[in-house]
């Protein structure tokens, strides 16, 4: 197989729609000599925040000398990018390889005829264990469910601490209708005595997650109660119990990427049992070199990118702008995807320059389907052009991320 027939093989099982069944992934893992349970793994669940998280703790491990991987979605430059070790993606020959030694089991009449077709996500989940596993070992890997988590296809391990940023909704048909039933997928990936570390919640979803943790004996570690940050202009500094990290200063954007921070750096103390070589200085060296695309990124000195795709990561945009850019003429575009509540999302922009669009993906929302009311946009390139033209003024591209995902490419690639 070639590469490009390995990617078209995995895309393949889009067709199989989603239908999570963990009956299913432990049948494969098994016949792959569970692969999931040959490195130590840390799990991040929520509904934003986790590929930020996730790469603020890859980079703390990564710098404390760790072989580090991380599995992460969607992808913002290349497919390639969702199964990495040390911010380096799997290589085009490793992605090969690590197909071919799974292909014949899943494509096989007999393991159809046990369990059904797998998913792309459950395909894509199981490389990714026996590549960190068996074809590149990794000391630890740090593993983003997808959707959910109770029966998410990675909810497969038992991780030696569970994170998660934060709760909003979003993917209610999957997940249900309250911020309640939500969290309770999300702390469905659980195990007795791990410990429990998340950001700022609702009463009602701290509730739930500590009623989860109390009947399995799992330490939880609350931001602003077991530890805090506090803001120090332009920099924050981090406690907990008698340890303090003082001015870390961030790349990235944004109070909610503060608390990212400060839940990686509160999962590196807690992991510091198993991996010695951490150290306060190699988390806040970690936090400090920490970049992950489409948020809040700055490809251009008056151009962000930001990857806001429910109304909560709307939400923190506009805290974003209104923190730092108040001082700027700001101009919005945005694309999303026809099963978001778009119409609420528009309405927290509409106080910016807005002007909206589409492009080429399945779900993407059709530029007819847009209100009248916004300004609408046929080709993006064109919008971007007054960016060239107005350097004093700040330009946004926001919405779903497969459409900064497009957005990003076309801008690397000119």
Known sequence: ???????????SHKANGR???????????????????????????????????????????????????????????????RIAID??????????KTAQAIKPIVDSNAFQEKVGKVTEFELVTALMFFYFATINPVDVAIIEAGIGGTFDSTNVFTAKAVICPSISIDHQETLGKTLTEIAGHKAGVLNPHVPFIFGEMTPKVQKVFHQKAKELDCPTYELDKEFSIRENGESFDFYYKDISIANITLSMLGHHQRTNASLAAMAAIILKSYFKNITKTTIKNGLENT???????????????????????????????KKDFSNRNI????????????????????????????????????????????????????????AEQKPEDFFVVTGSLYFISEVRNFLLNQ
């Open 331 to 386: 101009h919005i575009l945005f694309a999303g995807l026809g099963r978001k509540p778009l119409t609420q999302m528009l309405e927290e922009l509409s106080a910016y320059d807005l002007t909206v669009t589409s492009f080429d993906f399945y779900q993407a929302q059709a530029l007819s389907d847009y209100p009248e009311k916004y300004t609408k946009i046929s080709d993006y390139k064109d919008w971007l052009k007054k």
């Open 19 to 81: 239908r999570p069944s963990l009956e299913r992934m432990r049948y494969l893992l098994n016949l792959l000599d569970n692969p999931q349970n040959k490195f130590p793994a840390v799990h991040v669940v929520g509904t934003n925040g986790k590929g930020s998280t996730t790469s603020f703790l890859q980079h703390i491990l990564t710098a404390s000398g760790y072989k580090t991987g991380t599995f992460t979605s969607p992808f913002i430059t290349r497919f390639n990018e």
């Open 291 to 321: 970049v992950w695309a489409g948020r809040c990124e700055l490809i251009r000195p008056n151009l962000m990118l930001d990857g806001a795709h429910n109304e909560d990561s709307i939400a923190k945009l506009v805290d974003v702008l």
């Open 1 to 11: 197989m070639t590469y490009i027939d390995t990617l078209n093989w995995i895309h």
């Open 87 to 96: 911010g380096k993606e799997i290589s085009d020959s490793d992605l090969v």
